[in-house]
């Protein structure tokens, strides 16, 4: 199993990015997959998972209404897509199959003027 994410950056406060984890390994479509970020010093929280067939999604609180999880099967990809973004969106973003330990190296978000 692999699990490489990748779009983060340095972004102004209200503005957007884009994650993408390309995975490989397993048989992508039969598993949720799910997004996690870690600020330092914080532990690690869930952001948002998204089933095999990506019709259900669920999300932490602090990011409904601004973050979007969906996924490619044909292209063994999950995306986040980031709006309105927050200082406090800062973290490093990792990809997971959802209830494993498979979790890729991770993406820095960082959100700031």
């Known amino acids: 199993v692999q699990l490489v994410e990748s779009g983060g950056g340095l972004v102004q406060p209200g503005g957007s990015l884009r994650l993408s984890c390309a995975a490989s390994?397993?048989?992508?479509?039969?598993?949720?997959m799910s997004w996690y970020r870690q600020a330092p010093g914080k532990e690690r929280e869930l952001v948002a998972v998204?089933?095999?067939?990506?019709?259900?999604?669920n999300y932490a609180d602090s990011v409904k209404g601004r973050f979007t999880i969906s996924r490619d099967n044909a292209k063994n990809t999950v995306y986040l897509q980031m709006n309105s973004l927050k200082p406090e969106d800062t973290a490093m973003y990792y990809c997971?199959?959802?209830?494993?330990?498979?979790w890729g190296q991770g993406t820095q978000v960082t959100v700031s003027s």
């Open positions: 997971n199959r959802w209830g494993s330990d498979y």
């Open positions: 390994g397993f048989t992508f479509s039969s598993y949720h």
């Open positions: 998204i089933s095999g067939t990506g019709r259900i999604t």
